[in-house]
């Protein structure tokens, strides 16, 4: 049976990497002998907006609901659109609607990436960070009090569910009783934020006795995102709240290397609602339309999306084909500027279509 994958590259480079991803995926279902079916959308750019007046058709809904997955690029073209705007009427409401509750970020050091943190090998980086998607920190509930004078009080809320807590942390240990690890680190902060970090660690305990094989430890935010930098080697699969997992999904990938690599997903895990896969980079103005965006962020998107699909063989062989061309160094394969060649993205692109078509 297919699966329906749509294909939505947005703005700037997320239309010069989306091809190689697909070539990539056609590699890989080759192989594996995977039937995808891809449907392109323009809307969700900054194009469609300034045609339409809006980021998004009035039936965008019913168009995405009866994907299996959505294979997104990036928007953002801040010279014409404000941000707010284009990131607000598209990428923020496909992770609403679509429930997407999961945001998970590989951290994970490729060969021939040189890492901002000194002496760090591939193997020492190679953790999850998993954010709560769709509450915690991130509220509108709030307000102000005398506005404009002396004693002006502004106040916004946390707001963090039962229901929202456990579900992520179960998703979390799920993730961690599959890698051989077994680990799992709770990002809090229960010496400070005194009624719902405590909550947070309470529900952690509860559901750390349903996994008695997963070793778990938590550590207040500020000394965690120090050890992030001092110590990377100690985390496998990393659970946050939504203010903390986007401190700390920011800051693992910064910890491997080029922006140019790294992968994220916006999870729907019951597969109720279509996921969505998009690079950390974003639109990257300054070198669209020369060909030498990196194009692995996306590559290593459609990786994820096997995985969540059901195809975790072709997944892991698209990433080792992303590793064995990244390995090969710049002597050998045309990995693009950021990576210390002088390779195009359609150049690299190829080059890991290649190894993942031979990797057997
Ligand atoms: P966002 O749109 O997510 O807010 P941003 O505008 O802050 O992100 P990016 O668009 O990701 O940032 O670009 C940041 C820098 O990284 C730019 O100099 C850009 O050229 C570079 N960059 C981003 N993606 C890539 C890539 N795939 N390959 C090479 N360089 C990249
Ligand atoms: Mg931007």
Redesign the pocket.
Known sequence: MSQRIAVIPGD??GN??IPESIRALEAAARRFDLQLDFRHFDFASCDYYLNHGRMLPEDWKEQLGGFDALLFG???M?EKVP?HIS?WGSLLQFRRHFDQYINLRPCKLMPGIRSPLAGREPGDIDFYVVRENTEGEYSSVGGKMFEGTEREVVIQDTVMTRIGIDRVLKYAFELASRRPRRKLTSATKSNGISITMPYWDERVQEMSEHYPNIDVDKFHIDILTANFVLHPDWFDVVVASNLFGDILSDLGPACTG????APSANINPEHRFPSLFE??????????GRN???????IWCGAMMLEHLGHEKAGQAMLDGIEAVLAAGSDQAPL???LGGQGT?SELGEAIADAIRDGD
């Open positions: 700037g480079i010069e990497v990036a928007v953002g801040p941000d990131l080029t922006i140019g690599v690079p950390v980079h974003g639109s990257a103005p300054d070198i669209y030498i965006a990196n194009p692995i962020g996306q693009t500027p950021d993205t």
